[in-house]
Each structure stands twice: as C-alpha cells, then as structure tokens.
C-alpha cells in the first residue's frame, strides 16, 4: 500500500549479469542460447501489468524441477538463476538485488510500514510477486522482485491467486489510485479496554475488480488484526499523555493534536498510523472521554 518507485533496471538486466556470473559454460550457454525466449516471456509480463492480470500468465506445475518450462529451460534451472546465481552471488547481481531492496527506504510496500524488514543493518527480504514455485520464468525479473517484511512475504506466501480479483497490489505497477486514495479505515469502540476495529472501505467509484483487490490485499497481510495490535500498543502512551500533559487541551484542541499526527506528509495514506489517528480525531467520545 505504498508506492514504490520501479528497479531502476531493464528487464534483462538481472538475468544477463546472473547468468554472465555462471561458473558452467555449458550451462551458460544453455541461458544464452533461450535468451530471445526469455525477453518474449518479460514482454508478456509488460503486457499482464497493462491490463493488471499477472494471475493468467502460464504457471508451472508445483515441484518437478525437471520440467521445461521456458524454451529448454528446466524449471530447476531457472530458480537456481535466483537461489545460486543472484542471492548468494558475489558480485552484480547480487548489488542490484540489495539495491531492489533498498528502494522500500525499510518500510514494507504491502503493508504500508508495519513489519519488520530485518535486524538493524540487515537488508530484509524480497519478494516473488509471482512466486517462482508456479512462475519460474520471472524468477530474475526486477519487476517481480518486491522488497517486503517478513510477515507479508509469508502471508502472500508460495501461492498467487488464479481469479484476477485476489491478487495482491503490486507496489510498482498498480493503478495509482490504491496508494492515493483512502480505502481502509477504524472505528473506536467505546468499551474498556478501548478498542479500534480496522476494516476495508474502498470508494463506492471503484471498478468492482479494484475493490475486491483491496479486501484480498487487506487479508492477505493480515492487517486487520497488524493494525489492531500496533494500534493498541500506540494508544496506552496517548492516553497516558492525554492524562498528563495534553491535560490542558480542550477536546476540540485534542482532536486538533490528533489530525496533526493523522496528517503527517510521510504516512501512507491507508497505513495504520494515519488509519487510527483519523479515527480517533474523528470519534467524538475519545477527543471529550475523560481518562483520569
Ligand atoms: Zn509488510
């Protein structure tokens, strides 16, 4: 839920330096040789992210690395590309892969910020948009290749939807509407302990498809229930504050406290911090509640 800007790589790029990388000619010249195939192949991915259909491209069958699946490409091949010859590479490929992963500056692009992306120094994840158990093929495309917390990178897990519906918001190639609209929201429940419920509120001028993909992108990072808990972790220091020092504000300049923090330039407009702080600006029994 937060745009990130395209690897600044074209297509090829990867696949020619990981494969420039291999240690067996033979193999080598095997990659080189299906290299026409595999441009064809990154087109019909360009062409998917026109139309936002990546779930209709053709899929590999679960495990079987021996399967051709791409010109004379083994399925087992072409992961391995990924595993060998870019992760544990030492030289290019593997820069180009840490720099993919920088461009999420450490904040996951699917859940808006919320997971961690890694111990401090660390570089975090990146994920297979089309995960390279069914999608081989695209196992070293840059564009497939997102960076993400652990959580989303599980919760999106090894599997991709076949109904254009579920599929999950690509950070780079989505309809800029979902990063720039408002399509989740909270609402406070008046009850002690407090609780805010998160949920997906996409505008009622959304194509039906669009809607639907948001509701499967909200489930399948688990946010209703990320949110809930880092919005319960926020609200005890709030309160606590509003007890002590924000005892001086009126309701009305609470709830001015809060919409500043709700309207900070850097949220992620359907982030979570952004999401309870309007809530909780918008409720008027949290801005008048008296906390002593
Ligand atoms: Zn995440």
Redesign the pocket.
């Known amino acids: 839920m937060k745009r990130l800007d395209a690897p600044p790589y074209a297509s090829i790029n990867l696949y020619d330096e990981s494969v420039a990388g291999l240690g067996d000619e033979l193999l080598k010249k095997k990659f080189l040789h299906n290299r026409p195939t595999v441009v064809e192949a990154y087109g019909r991915f360009d062409e998917s992210s026109q139309t936002k259909t990546w779930c209709d491209l053709p899929r590999a069958a679960h495990g079987n690395p021996e399967a051709i699946v791409l010109g004379s490409l083994l399925k087992g091949e072409l992961v391995s590309l990924y595993d060998e010859g870019v992760v544990k590479s030492k030289g290019k490929p593997r820069n180009m892969y840490d720099q993919i992963k920088l461009g999420a500056h450490d904040e ?1 692009p ?2 808006g910020g ?2 961690e992306m890694g111990e401090v120094g660390e570089l975090g994840t990146a994920d297979h948009f089309l995960p390279k158990a069914y999608f081989p093929t695209y196992a070293v495309l840059p564009l497939n290749l997102v960076p ?2 652990q ?2 990178n599980k919760g999106m897990g090894g599997s991709f939807p076949t109904d254009e519906n579920s599929q999950p918001l690509h950070p780079y190639l989505d309809e800029d509407h979902f990063f720039l609209e408002k399509w989740t929201s909270a609402s406070v429940r008046n009850e002690d302990p407090l609780v805010v419920d998160f949920e997906v509120k996409s505008p009622a001028s959304w194509p039906e498809k669009d809607r639907q993909r948001v509701t499967a992108h909200f489930k399948a ?1 688990k946010l209703e229930a990320r949110y809930r808990s880092r919005a319960w972790t926020e609200l005890t220091p709030l309160i606590s504050q509003r007890k002590s020092t924000l005892r001086i504000f009126s309701s009305e300049q609470f709830r001015e406290h809060l919409l500043v923090i709700a309207n900070e330039p850097n949220l992620p407009i359907n982030g979570w911090k952004r999401t309870l702080y309007s809530a909780l600006a918008a409720s008027q029994w949290f801005c008048e509640a008296d906390f002593a």
């Open positions: 996951c699917y859940c919320m997971g993400a917390c959580v989303c990072c």
